[in-house]
């Protein structure tokens, strides 16, 4: 990918590309989300390539909430939901996933909180921070829900090629969900191209169409040379370089999780993404206090759980996208410190 991205700027493949991205690298996205989601999307009117999953996060936001529109994020979750939620003139309601269900949202908790003023659930599995994912059955629950209340989906997969001990799923793919669900994703974790700023959107046309109006008048396009290494990552056997990546993140993931539960750290074995979300509250410091003080002492960084959300508080995140000696080092530091303050 590398190599394709360098040559195309050599060879001066330097312009401007369709609004909606390379049409050929629509097509190869469009068979990757067969093969994953298996769902179809029409590479010419249902498929948007845009700079990193962000701007399609946010692109969703502007275009389908209006002002008062209640978007419902389960949270501990991602930074950007909320803020991005506020900046439209929407009002985020946020609903607590507990370690006890897995971090996952369950569809008692979704059904307390939608109102008439409900319009879009924002699902984002495997999840980051805590690592959780949801299955077939726990999906099938919330997208009962979700229709019954006439509500739309975002759902950000950008860790959907990072799953363990079970498959992925997404919620696109089951009855009646594809003509409400706007599906984000992007090559920035599957396919380690996070500084590349990539990203996809897929959905209905009626969806789409709206989203590249914005698109081209903010953005014009995603980076040529990005989209031509992406390109040369589809094309060529990238199940197996994929695969090869994610049973190196199982088995650091694995070595931490042990690390975690041997220190006295209960933390939900994650079945997603490269974090590990340990809780810390029994300790007597709050989030934000263990991880200063952690950097200080042990010159080791985490992200305190309380900037992930209220929930989030009592918990810290840890990313295992590490060497395994790396991580090994780490552990010494963290469990150093915990035993001072224990």
């Known amino acids: 990918m590398v190599q394709e991205g360098v040559r195309s700027l050599q060879e001066g493949r330097t312009f401007y590309t369709a609004n909606a991205g390379l049409i050929e690298l629509r097509e190869k996205i469009s068979d990757y989300l067969l093969f994953r989601n298996k769902v179809k999307y029409n590479p010419t009117s249902e498929i948007i390539v845009t700079v990193g999953g962000s701007e399609a996060i946010d692109m969703a936001l502007r275009i389908f909430v209006e002002k008062g529109d209640e978007v419902i994020i389960p949270q501990p979750s991602f930074v950007c939901y909320q803020p991005i939620t506020e900046i439209v003139g929407g009002t985020p309601v946020t609903v607590a996933v507990q370690a006890e269900d897995q971090f996952q949202l369950t569809p008692e908790k979704l059904e307390a909180v939608i109102t008439d003023k409900s319009k879009i659930l924002i699902l ?132 931490l999780h042990h690390r975690l539960e041997k220190m006295g750290l209960p933390c939900y074995k994650a079945k997603g993404a490269f974090y590990l979300f340990p809780q810390i509250s029994h300790l007597g410091l709050t989030s934000e206090e263990f991880a200063l003080r952690l950097l200080e002492e042990e010159n080791l960084a985490v992200v305190p759980g309380s900037a992930f959300g209220n929930s989030g508080e009592g918990f810290i995140r840890l990313s295992y996208a590490y060497s395994l000696e790396e991580l090994k080092e780490a552990m010494k530091r963290l469990e150093n410190f915990v035993s001072k303050i224990n």
């Open 124 to 255: 984002s599995y495997p999840n980051n921070p805590t690592g959780a994912t949801m299955d077939r059955e726990a999906l099938i629950k919330i997208a009962d829900v979700v229709k019954k209340h006439d509500l739309l989906v975002l759902t950000d997969e950008i860790y959907a090629e990072l799953v363990y001990d079970e498959s992925f799923v997404s919620i696109a793919e089951l009855p009646g969900m594809r003509e409400r669900t706007i599906v984000i994703n992007g090559f920035s974790k599957g396919f380690a191209m996070t500084g590349w700023r990539l990203g996809f959107v897929a959905g209905p046309e009626i969806f789409i169409e709206q989203l590249l109006k914005l698109h081209q008048y903010t953005i014009m396009a995603a980076p040529t040379a990005s989209q031509y290494a992406a390109l040369a990552g589809l094309k060529n056997n990238w199940q197996a370089t994929v695969e090869e990546m994610r049973l190196s993140y199982e088995e650091r993931r694995n070595y």
